[in-house]
């Protein structure tokens, strides 16, 4: 069976579109040290998940890297190169190529649409599956991981060898703790037990407690590590049956991995049918057109808006003038009105005080 990455840490925009979380997902990937086996941080395949992936306008391989545009679709389609190309998407395409340029943009809109409730409904199962993960057995985890390497076609060799390196220190620190059971086991009932032999039992019994702690880090680190490569989503689809008993075969549309796969069937269609509408020579002409006509718009707009506001200016100074002018002339009136009385106040004077 092969699974696919669902993004390593990408270095452009990831795929998935965001998803609003119960947690914010800010965590990076983080490789834990094959060395070390103290707590690492958690990575999380959500995290690819929850990156901007509206920008996307190509196909990403199984390693998370961009694929060029120009290369036959066929090809590209699945992991088998078959000469003719895949027959669905070259039916697909011709339907597509078919459309009118409207009807191309309402179809990309509808495969987006669809893609983007895949991706809310593959975010809550990988949750779901991930918090039961939590829960188990350290030795199941173990295993499962073990599965994981075993049937991914997207790891390469050196990342199962660290990978298995990882587990192989987990699986001597769990012999361990058996050794130290079956040694705690072939001492007395603490009832009929010695002084000296209860104490054994209380230092094995410490012993195992720090063993089962290691064990613990241990395991943690090799998810870790699964994780930072971008395989957490493939880490529980691989084993959704295990972690949930319930869960529905790997074969049905409603399995994790049937919806992995469905996935990157639409994320190719919506890259391909971008493309071939992009490279539309009848579009690119009437984009170019449409661009030119909204920037002379803009520049007629701005142009209006300069003269709007030269005519403020000037309605402003004239307001001032006017103003200015009118009370000139209440000034002059007044004059006028002062000059007339003094007029007829000489007017009326007897001659003699007039002299």
Known sequence: MTTTKLGTPPTTASKLPAVPRSTTPAATAAVAKSAAVGAAPDTSQAVAFDAAALEQKVGLNPRGQHVATSADPGALWGAEKKPQGNPELRAAMTEFRALSPEAQQAKIAELKTKQDALSKAMLVRIDALDARYKTMLNTSKG???????????????????????????????????????????????????????????????????????????????????????????????????????????????????????????????IGFFR?????????????????????????????????????????????????????????????????????????????????
């Open 143 to 269: 295993e499962m991981l073990r599965n994981l390497a075993n049937t991914s076609e997207a790891m390469t060799p050196a990342e199962k060898e660290k990978l298995s390196g990882l587990l192989d220190k987990a699986d001597g620190i769990a012999k361990g703790i058996e050794d130290l059971k079956a040694q705690a086991a072939a001492l007395p009932d603490s009832k009929v037990a010695t002084p000296e032999e209860k104490e054994a039992r209380t230092k094995l019994a410490r012993q195992i407690k720090n063993q089962r702690s290691r064990l613990s880090d241990a395991t943690k680190a090799a998810t870790t590590y699964v994780d930072s490569l971008g395989l957490k989503a493939d880490r529980l689809a691989v084993n959704e049956q295990r972690i949930d008993p319930s869960a529905p075969p790997k074969e049905s549309p409603k399995s994790l991995l049937s919806m992995i796969g469905e996935w990157f069937r639409l994320d190719k269609l």
């Open 275 to 355: 493309s071939a509408f992009e490279s539309n020579p009848l579009i690119k002409t009437g984009g170019d057109f449409q661009a030119q006509l909204e920037r002379k718009n803009e520049q007629r707009n701005a142009e209006i808006e300069r003269r709007v506001e030269r005519n403020r200016e000037s309605d402003s100074r004239a307001q001032a003038a006017r103003a200015n002018q009118g009370q000139l002339e209440v000034e002059a009136e007044s004059r006028r009105a002062q000059l007339d009385a003094l007029n007829l106040a000489l007017a009326g004077a007897p001659r003699a005080a007039r002299r």
